[in-house]
């Protein structure tokens, strides 16, 4: 199932065309609206106060409640564009931001208005795509749920934690709340660093962790294409402010001796799973039937109210940047979705769907 999605921040509409969508499938479009909301903006001090409904008008691929087997094609009207905040620094490169990159690759012809295509408001026909491919996956026992690891310095409760076994109830549970965290109380305390930021005229970043419940083992190859971490890290990559993945204990593996990152395999009953699931579900490229476990960092929102350095784009020289608008001091808690969006898309990929 591919998809390609259109549009800008502050254009007339955003959108995404799905194609190869199986025919017959009947969209719960309730769940796919709970899914928009949990990303749109203006809802409360921790995100931006840009507010948009980000209510999806199905234009082709949709009839009589069912999917037709044509593209599958949506879009988002944008309602909520204050244009003139970008105006005045149309040539001032916002530093962090693709403004440079994107100037020189399309040669001074891209919307620098609110980032353009490079925006993070793209991510919200993301989250429809990712919406429609949930549905797809549920239909196969396949669950996909995410939560926030960590904000700033504080963290919340892994998912290979002893206490609380990771199903698809949980992963539902933690999909309604308003900050999705497993340990409520860090998650106040995330919040209050976020809040901090925020008076301080700067943001913060995080790390989401990302869980996909029954995947069959030997999906995925080792070779470059197929390799099950490849494809994910190929959709995550593609969200906004993405700037690190890692699977299992991923970087932790430094520290850990074989002894200790290697997954004892067991059977229980007729299926054979492994004690620990450091590797998180991934060996040689391939699936081994435990969940799929990842880590994504998540940078610290760039567009911040200090005074930055930055180039004039227009005289080429050197300037002096103060950023205005309306802006997230973290996007984490409002990326959670997009990841998991991002997740089912790379499932469906991986099983050819």
């Known amino acids: 199932m591919k998809h390609v999605i259109f549009g800008e921040s502050h254009g007339s ?11 017959g499938l009947e ?4 769940e796919i609206a709970r899914e928009m909301a949990r990303r749109a903006p203006g809802k409360n001090p921790l995100s931006t106060a840009r507010k948009e409904a980000d209510v999806p008008h199905i234009l082709s691929g949709f009839f009589q409640g069912k999917t037709t087997g044509a593209p599958l094609c949506a879009i988002i009207e944008n309602t909520d564009q204050h244009s003139r905040d970008y105006e ?3 040539y001032l490169a916002r530093p962090g931001h693709a403004d440079y990159a994107g100037y020189v690759r399309y040669r001074g012809c891209n919307d620098y208005r609110g980032g353009g295509h490079f925006s993070g408001r793209l991510t919200a026909p993301l989250v429809f795509a ?8 549920a239909l196969k026992g396949i669950s996909i749920g995410a939560h926030i690891r960590q904000i700033s310095n504080v963290g919340d409760t892994p998912f290979t934690n002893d206490e609380t076994p990771l199903t698809a109830e949980l992963l539902h549970e933690i999909g309604t709340k308003a900050f999705p965290v497993l340990d ?6 995330m919040q209050m660093e976020i809040l901090a930021a925020k008076e301080a005229q700067d943001s913060v970043g995080g790390i989401i962790e990302c869980g996909v419940l029954g995947l069959p083992a030997g999906i995925g190859a080792p070779d470059f294409g197929c390799n099950v971490e490849g494809i994910f890290a190929q959709h995550m990559f593609a969200i906004p402010a993405v700037k690190g993945i890692a699977f299992g ?3 932790g593996f430094v520290g850990m001796k074989g002894s200790q990152a290697n997954d004892p395999i067991y059977m229980e009953g007729s299926q054979v799973k492994t004690r620990t699931n450091f590797n998180g ?11 799929v476990l990842f880590d994504v960092a998540i940078r610290p929102t760039p567009s911040i109210a200090q005074e930055q350095d930055t180039i004039d784009l227009a005289a080429q020289a050197n300037a002096k940047l103060r950023i205005e608008g309306r802006h997230d001091p973290c996007i984490v808690h409002r990326a959670v979705p997009v990841i998991e969006a991002a997740a089912a898309l790379a499932t469906c990929e991986l099983l050819g769907i």
């Open 13 to 23: 509409a955003i959108g995404v065309v799905l194609e190869q969508v199986p025919a």
């Open 27 to 30: 969209l719960n479009i309730e």
């Open 88 to 90: 005045k620094n149309r």
């Open 130 to 137: 990712g919406a429609v491919a949930k549905q797809i996956l």
């Open 184 to 189: 409520d109380d860090r998650g106040t305390e």
């Open 249 to 251: 204990a991923g970087f």
């Open 281 to 291: 579900g991934v060996n040689g490229g391939i699936s081994n039937g435990m969940p």
